[in-house]
């Protein structure tokens, strides 16, 4: 069972324009959510996070959207730069527990000069 | 500090040849984990150490894999009489600060090839 979903695979924007990259989960104990960016030949870096008491998060140029009853969540980049074309992980985590993420299946962002 | 580092970068054996990848962590840190990450998905998690103490195992860990943290410091992830199936990226990451769950530390990785 996918519990996280991320269902754009690529996704590509122009330099100085915003990226928005979309997350869909099912499993309603997840209740903090970090995004973590990849490059090739590299483990994944954090990013991101938000907690399910706020629905905002804004760190300089990104921002994390959290939509509880839609259980939707969105990462917003803006302006985009080519540094940041990467692969971008939706990971949600359960508190009740250990600290175990689960991965989306990641959206690899390009931007275009 | 290095970071989490991860030893060999890349492996290739043959089918049913034991492998070991180690993993040394960001020194303070007490947890540590080990994902996998096969091509077109997103890590999936394997196992989980506090300390020593192997605290869970995903189902996905087929009794040929064991993964031990002696001293609770590096750690080892061991295949027995590989398939072809586990082919992929093998992931080490670390994490211990109070106040930020789920912030892992990632190393690069070991990417096994199975022939």
């Known amino acids: 069972d996918q519990q996280v979903k991320q269902n754009s695979p690529s996704l590509s924007v122009q330099e100085g324009r915003i990226s928005i990259l979309n997350c869909d989960y099912t499993n309603s104990m997840f209740d903090y959510f970090l995004w973590y960016k990849k490059y090739p030949a590299e483990g994944p870096t954090f990013l991101i996070s938000i907690s399910s008491i706020k629905d905002k998060n804004e760190d300089g140029r990104f921002t994390v959207f959290l939509n509880k009853s839609a259980k939707h969540l969105s990462l917003h980049i803006v302006p985009s730069q080519p540094g940041d074309s990467a692969v971008y992980f939706c990971?949600?985590?359960?508190?009740?527990?250990?600290?175990?993420?689960?991965f989306g299946t990641g959206t690899r962002l390009t931007i275009i000069p | 500090d290095t970071g989490v580092s991860q030893d060999p970068r890349h492996k290739i054996t043959k089918r049913g040849q034991n492998v070991t990848f180690r993993c040394d962590p960001i020194s303070e840190h007490n947890r540590l984990y080990w994902y996998r990450q096969t091509l077109g998905q997103g890590p999936e998690f394997l196992t989980y150490?506090?300390?020593?103490?192997?605290?869970?195992k995903s189902r996905l860990l087929s009794d040929r894999f064991s993964a031990e943290r002696p001293k609770g410091s590096f750690s080892t992830l061991e295949i027995q009489r590989t398939e072809q199936g586990d082919s992929a990226m093998y992931l080490c990451?670390?994490?211990?600060?109070?106040?930020?769950?789920?912030?892992?530390?990632f190393g690069e990785g070991s990417r096994l090839t199975v022939l």
């Open positions: 990451a670390s994490s211990g600060r109070p106040g930020q769950s789920g912030e892992l530390f």
């Open positions: 150490f506090q300390n020593e103490a192997q605290l869970e």
């Open positions: 990971a949600p985590l359960s508190n009740f527990g250990n600290e175990k993420l689960t």
